[in-house]
Each structure stands twice: as C-alpha cells, then as structure tokens.
C-alpha cells in the first residue's frame, strides 16, 4: 500500500508538515533541474506548489519551452504523453503512471484505423485527450479553444472524422453546419455526469450569475438551448475551455458564477478572481485519475524519479506532426 503523506514526512517530525513537505519538493525539484507543471484539475496543494498552473495545451507548450530537463507533469498521462512528443530530449515524469482518462481509453488507434477504413480520404480530427498512439494516427489534433477553427480550415466538400468527444463534436458539428462531420461517441464519464436538468436548475435558481461551461459537457447542449429560448441571457452563457475560464474569470461583471467542468477548476477560478463566487453546477464531478497526484506521490517522484514517461521515436515524430499543425491554427491556448 502507497504510504500516506504522514508517512512520507516521518523525518520531518516536529516541522509543520505542510511546510516540510513543501520545502522538500522545492528543494528536490532544484536538485533535480525539475520544473513541476499542474493541471487546473489537481489538487488544490498541487496546483499551489507548480511553477505553472494551466490546461493541457498550455502545459505542453511550457514543457517544450523550459530551460529545465526535467519535467513534472502533475496531470493524467496522455498529457505528459503530450509533453513528452513537444519535448523528446527531455525527461518527462508523470507522479503516478495510472492517472489514466476515460475520454482517451474511448478509442484505440486499432479502432481508429479501422474508422479511417470506413472513410477512405477523411481527414481525422482528435481532441488533444488521446493517446500518443491516436495521435499518430490523426490529421490535425484540436483543442476545445481551436476545435471549430480546426474543422473549418478543412476544404467542405471532405469527410471529417472527429473524435473522440461526442459532445465537444455536436458543439463543433452545429458551429460548422457541416453535414460531413462523423463524431466518435466517446465521452468522459466526469463532464458526461453534468447534465442539463441539473444545469437548468441551478440557472433558474441563481438568475444572475454567469455560466462558464466546458464544452465537453453532458449539458453544453442544454446550455445553448437555454440560451436560445430566453431562459437564460445568451450573454451569460459561455462556453469555455479550461484556460479561457481563467481569463474570462478576470473580465466578467458577474458577482456569481456557475461552472460546468470537473471541481478541481474552482480552485484556479477562485484565484484568479477572489471577489466573485464560483459554484459548480455539479459538486461531485470530480475525476479520479486527477486526484492520484497526491502530495505524497509528488514527493516520491522526485525522490525516486518516476514514473518516466516514454513514447516510442515513430509514434513520436508522427503524433507531432499532427499536434504541431493544431498548435498552427486558431487560439494558442485551450484544451481541457
Ligand atoms: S476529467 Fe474526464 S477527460 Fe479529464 S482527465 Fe478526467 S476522465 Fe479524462
């Protein structure tokens, strides 16, 4: 069984642990020529820790950039898997290896190429929540930021395969018109758990406040169509990636908000805009890939140097092609 923090800090009997615990990953990080990337969605004591905080793109693109050889990426594995493709040379280390995600296990480049099969000639389109071995497979990675300039830098009259988040491929579907768009019915089981009714509720009761939704979300649907019937001002209605909720955060008027992604974002939103109340639509929508980065596994990653992340040459080169061209079209930013 992992050891718990308390155990982890047995030699710092006597310091506050939270103190001790903090003073050692810095100093280890500083041995190690380490930066330590955090995921919106981590824990509160992570995000806090991190050099820089951000959504997945924006980590990947810090990890390519940094000075430092090491990079800790305290997130789910396909994006330090990303990190690792934007910056081969460098040492990418995920605190626990079996922070997975549901979105990127919907499919398998096996079943991707045997989509493509279907549709000879399709430009494939993925979400960056894929593994590194679907992205070897795909034309052009998206973000939820870029997503729709994506799919329309592709001529009209080719197919596109786009997956594999079903609702961020209905946001994109109905913004591009496109009747050529095949959306694979993947979801994430935290954003899928967000739902309309629940959606609907929450703005009938809280008339005012803003609503940032993440357009991975069960309810981004519900949102739009509140919007579109008056029930609530389209004005309000936001639907935002994770990085673009920071700077929207820092802009709105609204004294409330109500926020449709995985809880770990409340932390960052509340930072970025500590006068504003943030609630979330859906308090238990919590991943629990995101939460295996624990302080106690932060640590042992930089005692022990693990769990190293590797993504074979091959798959490498081809999965950056596909990322480069993303990072090329559209906002800069996004992600989850
Ligand atoms: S919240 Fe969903 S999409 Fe994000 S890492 Fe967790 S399982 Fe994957």
Not at 193 to 198: A, L, R, T, V
Not at 290 to 313: C, F, G, Q, S, Y
């Amino acid at each position: 069984m992992a050891a718990t923090l308390e155990e982890d800090l047995t030699p710092y009997t006597g310091v506050d642990p939270d103190s001790a615990w903090r003073d050692e990953v810095r100093r280890l990080a500083k041995e190690r020529d380490a930066v330590l990337l955090a995921h919106n969605y981590q824990l509160p004591e992570i995000q806090d820790i991190a050099d820089h905080t951000g959504d997945s793109l924006a980590l990947s693109r810090i990890a390519a950039a940094s000075d430092a050889s090491t990079i800790i990426f305290c997130g789910v594995h396909f994006m330090a898997e990303t990190a690792k493709i934007l910056a081969p040379e460098k040492t990418v280390l995920i605190p626990d290896a079996r922070a997975g995600c549901s979105l990127a296990d919907s499919i398998t480049a096996d079943q991707l190429r045997e989509w493509k099969a279907e549709h000879p000639g399709a430009v494939v389109v993925s979400y960056v929540n894929t593994t590194a071995d679907v992205k070897a497979e795909t034309d052009i990675c998206c973000t939820s930021s870029n997503a729709v300039d994506v799919v329309r830098s592709i001529p009209a009259d080719q197919e596109v395969l786009f997956l594999p988040d079903q609702f961020l491929g209905a946001h994109v579907k109905r913004e591009t018109g496109r009747d050529n768009l095949h959306i694979w019915a993947g979801e994430c089981h935290v954003h899928a758990g967000i739902n309309g009714p629940e959606l609907a509720e929450r703005a009938a009761a809280n008339p005012d406040a803003d609503l940032f939704i993440h357009p991975e979300c069960g309810c981004a649907t519900s949102a739009l169509y509140l919007a579109g019937e008056g029930i609530v001002p389209s004005a309000q209605v936001k639907i935002l990636s994770t990085g673009d909720m920071v700077t929207q955060a820092r802009a709105t008027s609204a004294k409330s908000v109500l926020v449709a992604t995985e809880i770990g974002m409340l932390h960052q939103l509340r930072r970025a805009a500590p006068e504003i109340e943030f609630s979330a639509v859906n308090d238990r929508a919590s991943c629990r890939y995101m939460k295996m980065i624990t302080p106690a596994a932060l640590l042992r990653a930089l005692r022990e140097n693990k769990d190293e992340v590797h993504v074979d040459v091959e798959t490498a080169a081809r999965a950056r092609g596909a990322v480069q061209r993303m990072i090329e079209i559209g906002k800069p930013g996004g992600g989850e």
